[in-house]
């Protein structure tokens, strides 16, 4: 198998990379990225005798075609999401299937048409979140015959004795991105009503829940993203009475943001009374990037629960999906690099060893084979814990 990763420097990227040259079937993998600073201090855990690096310019369409013309048979793009369509239209055109983590909505309707003509496989939203949990909500939504509720949670926050700072929060992702989704519009449906809550007044008390997730308590969990697209896509949004999607964090993590967006730290117009171009927003980033920072001896830790309610076989059944991970200290690996980066690189393993044969753009909730999967991410040390059990209660 010969694999191109593009932003392959990255902390996903070099994860992807690690798992990639582990597997004997790789003959040949192209890290393509703009600097290389990232591999290079990490090429003690890569097999660098399979590796080539190649320097890209992402927003050139030509160019990326041009790079994947050579012999490949997948790509998986770990670049930020800007670049998604760019990256996508490329293969098409050079006839490459894609890998990325990104929300299938960064592609416009036109990709779904261009990838089935031309025949090339296009999989978002094979990283974590969206990623492990759709094929997750997949899977067990396909286990029931009528579903009811759905409650999916994640989230990536420090150990309890990193969480040292006001925001109980460090970064293992990209934090640009973790504000933006802060200024996102939650939609969720309690009690057959779709309640739209604003971004504004996610981190408000009347949103929050506790979660408690393999005996970790101290949680909180916040509304993000909206959980009605979510069932469209598992095909339960007419028939499911109370869905959410939520992000966890340790408890006193919303209170924290409550004030800041009161305060208006997230907004993007211009402080009229600055020289510079500068907004609450940037400032904000660019002031809390390095104080936010894990120490070497650190760990994050991703956490996950699916909860799925419903019936089968007229019995009321509930099926919980769990899973907990943490740094990896001997390569460095994040918990949040590992569980996004490796399943990037064994989607794109099946796809290039045709495990996966469906061709246009597909979803994680249906494509990828649930049982192969969890062994392969089991495999890597990333164990998803299942329950079943009868509820007495009626849901209907």
Not at 102 to 114: D, K, P, Q
């Amino acid at each position: 198998m010969n694999i191109i990763v593009l932003g392959g420097a990255g902390l996903q990227g070099r994860a992807a990379l690690q798992d990639l040259g582990d597997n004997s079937a790789v003959t040949s993998i192209i890290c393509a990225d703009v600097s290389f600073e990232g591999i290079d201090s990490f090429r003690h855990h890569l097999d660098m005798d399979k590796i080539e690096k190649q320097k890209i310019d992402a927003s050139s369409e030509e160019n990326l075609v041009a790079l994947f013309s050579e012999d490949i048979d997948v790509l998986i793009d770990l670049l930020p999401k800007q670049y998604n369509e760019t990256v996508a239209r490329a293969a098409i055109k050079a006839g490459i299937s894609l890998v990325n983590c990104s929300y299938a909505n960064g592609l416009s309707h036109e990709i779904h048409e261009m990838a089935k003509e031309n025949k090339v496989t296009i999989m978002p939203e094979a990283g974590l979140d969206p990623g492990i949990d759709l094929v997750l909500c997949g899977y067990g939504v396909s286990q029931l015959d009528e579903v009811y509720e759905l409650y999916s949670y994640c989230g990536g926050i420090p150990e309890p004795d990193a969480a040292d700072n006001p925001l109980k929060y460090k970064i293992a992702w990209n934090f640009d991105s973790t504000l933006m989704s802060y200024k996102r519009q939650a939609v969720m449906k309690c009690d057959g009503k779709i309640v739209d809550i604003p971004a504004e007044d996610q981190h408000n008390e009347e949103w929050l829940t506790d979660v408690t997730l393999s005996g970790i308590k101290g949680l909180e969990s916040i509304p993000n993203g909206n959980a009605i697209n979510f069932a469209k896509l598992l095909g339960i949004d007419k028939e499911v009475i109370r869905t959410e999607r939520r992000t966890i964090r340790w408890s006193g993590h919303a209170r924290f943001w409550r004030d800041m967006v009161r305060l208006g730290f997230l907004e993007t117009t211009r402080v009229p009374e600055l020289n510079s171009y500068v907004t609450p927003y940037d400032f904000l980033l660019k002031h809390l990037e390095k104080r936010l920072q894990y120490k070497e001896h650190e760990k994050d830790l991703v956490l996950m629960k699916n909860i799925i309610r419903g019936k089968k076989d007229g019995k009321d059944m509930e099926i919980i999906y769990s899973m907990v991970d943490k740094r990896d200290l001997k390569t460095g690996l994040f918990a949040m690099n590992r569980t996004v980066g490796y399943t990037a690189s064994i989607v794109a393993q099946m796809i290039a060893n045709k495990t996966i044969t469906e061709k246009g753009l597909l979803s994680p909730t249906i494509d990828i084979p649930y049982r192969m999967f969890i062994d392969e991410i089991g495999k890597r040390g990333i164990t998803i814990h299942e329950s079943k059990r009868q509820l007495n209660k009626s849901l209907g």
